[in-house]
């Protein structure tokens, strides 16, 4: 999924920074799958040095093929949620 498609399924349809503060500070603490959240780009957005690789590996030890430029097919990869 992407940062915005979190914040429209919020409720908050310009919402991807909020979803970025949100999962930075509270990832750790509840055991969020941040790395399965990427720009809408297809990109990994983190730029803190180590990051976008751990970030790379987390997606890739589940299947997640990337390019050399830390992108992903959105096309084949982006989740689309049952909206009940």
Do not use: C
């Amino acid at each position: 999924m992407t940062y915005g498609q979190i914040g429209q399924l919020a409720g908050s349809p310009r919402g991807a920074r909020q979803v970025v503060r949100i999962l930075h500070s509270s990832s750790k603490k509840h055991q969020l799958p941040w790395h399965r959240v990427i720009n809408a780009k297809g990109e990994i957005g983190i730029k803190a040095d180590g990051a976008a690789e751990h970030q790379r590996i987390l997606l890739e030890s589940e299947g997640i093929l990337l390019t050399n430029r830390n992108t992903i097919d959105l096309q084949a990869y982006r989740h689309h949620p049952e909206i009940f």
